[in-house]
């Protein structure tokens, strides 16, 4: 089992959440850093059987529509893959 470990712990910038991103998820340098690049790598590189979100809790409230984005698109990867009967993939947000 492929478990990719996110920590977000004291992030203080968009840009350096996904940073973290990119290289938790070993995508490319040339990863757009924003919401819809996330989704489409997330679908096409990502072969991960789970994701976990950790450090949530030290980031600021600022984040708080960003980190719901991020368990969106996880959330539809998950139901993605059930649907087409693809691996199973889960994920936690901690």
Avoid: Q
């Avoid at 004291?10 to 490319?28: M, Q, S, W, Y």
């Amino acid at each position: 089992m492929k478990i990719i470990e996110l920590d977000l712990t004291g992030c203080k910038t968009l840009n350096e959440l996904h940073e973290r991103i990119r290289v938790a998820f070993d995508f490319p340098e040339w990863y757009g850093k924003n919401w819809d690049a996330f989704h489409d790598l997330l679908r096409t590189e990502c072969d991960a059987d789970k994701v976990v979100v950790k450090g949530i809790n030290t980031i600021s409230s600022k984040f708080a529509e960003d980190i719901n984005l991020l368990s969106e698109i996880l959330k539809r990867k998950a139901d993605f893959n059930k649907l087409c009967n693809f691996n199973d993939f889960s994920y936690e947000i901690i």
